[in-house]
């Protein structure tokens, strides 16, 4: 079987790597990882936290996950980095996405939410999302 996690992952890169204006928000190509990279500038993402809990029915093995995206942008960059966050929350909100071994039932952006991290400066954005899937 297929981790739901993973697979709705591999989808929302599939989906955000064809968004022109996303690349266009983020210097030119997709900058969405699983882990922050080494000496990173200027716009990046991040897949954040998650959690998948089961939502199975009597017919159907399912999931219902919580995850997040944080867009970093250096100091004096909020803008951009909602812009960012925006755009993807645009993409994705009840997008069809196809997921390896899964069949997404929905897809919704739950919040929005921007600070400064106190340390670096980094301004920081962070898409939730709420997504079902059942296991085909």
Do not use: C
């Not at 997008?95 to 390896?100: G, I, M, Q, S």
Request: glycine letters at 6%; a negative charge.
């Amino acid at each position: 079987m297929t981790s739901p996690i993973l697979a709705l992952r591999r989808a929302i890169l599939d989906r955000a790597v064809i968004d022109a204006e996303l690349l266009g928000l983020m210097g030119g190509s997709l900058r969405l990882y699983d882990e922050p990279p080494r000496a990173a500038s200027g716009i990046y993402a991040l897949f954040g936290d998650v959690k998948a809990a089961d939502w199975s029915t009597d017919s159907d093995r399912g999931h219902e996950q919580d995850l997040a995206i944080v867009v970093w942008a250096q100091p004096g960059s909020a803008r951009d980095a909602l812009a960012a966050a925006e755009r993807m929350a645009a993409i994705l909100d009840d997008a069809p996405l196809a997921l390896d071994g899964q069949r997404l039932i929905n897809l919704r952006v739950t919040e929005i939410a921007s600070m400064r991290d106190k340390e670096s400066q980094l301004v920081r954005a962070t898409l939730r999302l709420r997504a079902v899937t059942e296991v085909f």
